[in-house]
């Protein structure tokens, strides 16, 4: 089964603090990608990445970035949280190819709060 | 652009009965792939059914079922025999382009009755 693990469930920041949300998948897939999920709005893609070290940014990605160093890991900044900021996190993984069978896995999510 | 409407914000249904949730899409390739999640309130995302634009029959898996209507850019997401435990939110979301990037509609969230 593929795994996608998010370092934490809940998170509590304050406003101006740098961030981190960390992902891990263990199916060795070479795409990774960050949403945030509002009431109302759905899933927005804030970044994604094909290969280590590759990002691309998706609909959303001002005031984030992220970090690829490892094909396993894939690590979402927000260098100075704001209370706008505050959303559901949900990291995915997905193969490479695009066959019927090859959809995104996520993990968990992180909800969090900046106040 | 590519976009996903899902039009029903909330649906409920009686435990044992089938319901519909809507989604019509709106893109210029020929060549895409439409998806259905379940988000239950512990928050993951469980993929529940594909269907492929070239697909001539419509996808079915188990109690799920897709109805794909192409020409009216539709794939409404059939459940039967609907159970307590499908209480939960529903996304259709579409594959966009390469690196298997999705877009998703808003989604619907489904109360199941006693």
């Known amino acids: 089964d593929v795994k996608v693990t998010q370092s934490s469930r809940y998170l509590v920041k304050r406003t101006g603090e740098k961030v981190f949300l960390e992902c891990v998948q263990d199916m060795d897939h070479e795409n990774m990608f960050w949403y945030r999920q509002d009431p109302g709005l759905g899933l927005r893609l804030i970044y994604f990445s094909y290969d280590v070290k590759m990002k691309e940014k998706g609909d959303i990605p001002e005031g984030y970035s992220v970090s690829r160093e490892k094909k396993e890991r894939f690590s979402l900044i927000l260098e100075s949280a704001s209370t706008n900021q505050t959303s559901m996190y949900l990291c995915?993984?997905?193969?490479?190819?695009?066959?019927?069978?090859?959809?995104?896995?996520f993990g968990p999510g992180t909800r969090l709060t900046v106040l | 652009a590519q976009k996903i409407t899902q039009t029903q914000p909330g649906m409920f249904v009686q435990e044992k009965e089938a319901v519909t949730l809507d989604c019509t899409y709106d893109t210029s390739d020929p060549s895409y792939g439409l998806f259905w999640y379940k988000q239950p309130s512990s928050g993951e995302m469980i993929f529940l059914i594909y269907?492929?634009?070239?697909?001539?029959q419509n996808a079915t898996e188990g109690r799920y079922s897709l109805n794909f209507q192409k020409a009216r850019k539709s794939a409404n997401l059939v459940i039967s025999a609907s159970q307590l435990g499908d209480s939960a939110m529903y996304f259709c979301a579409m594959r966009e382009g390469g690196y298997n990037k999705l877009i998703f509609g808003a989604g619907t969230r489904l109360a199941v009755h006693p």
């Open positions: 995915a993984s997905s193969p490479r190819t695009s066959g019927p069978t090859d959809t995104q896995y």
């Open positions: 269907q492929g634009s070239y697909d001539q």
